[in-house]
């Protein structure tokens, strides 16, 4: 299991590689560079990583919490956990398949699209969920 800590690192990181990437990925002719196809399995690995442990871990705990309001802002934010775990699978398979020709701008703004969500629940979860983690940690 990971720290809060741990959490919020890992969240740093996966917002320093959106950045690197953001600036990477609206050039399709560096969709098949050997450094940006590193950079996007780490980014993958990491943010599959983040996404699975949270929801099996600390939000499932927090959805069974006594607190009503708690238990349903973490049930609200597994909710749409699933729906960022389906768009970011279909976006990590869209990448895996960028090889097969055809326009790649589809694919580009796909990547400006995926990055703004995981930043967007990487905020989320500093801002919000992250310190009720905390606080339900100190109230055990």
Request: a negative charge; aromatic letters at 10%.
């Amino acid at each position: 299991m990971y720290t809060l800590d741990e959490l919020i690192e890992q969240n740093q990181d996966i917002a320093q590689l959106c950045e690197v990437l953001s600036v990477l990925m609206p050039n399709p002719d560096l969709h098949n560079n050997d450094y940006v196809i590193e950079l996007m399995n780490l980014f993958k690995d990491k943010v599959w990583m983040h996404l699975v442990f949270e929801d099996k871990t600390v939000y499932a705990e927090l959805a069974r919490h006594e607190d009503e309001d708690i238990s349903n802002i973490a049930k609200e934010f597994h909710k749409t956990s699933r729906e960022t775990k389906k768009n970011f699978s279909r976006f990590m398979r869209d990448w895996l398949h960028r090889g097969k020709g055809g326009d790649k701008k589809p694919l580009c703004k796909q990547c400006e699209t995926i990055f703004k969500e995981v930043l967007a629940r990487a905020e989320f979860e500093n801002k919000k969920m992250f310190p009720m983690v905390e606080k339900h940690q100190k109230l055990d």
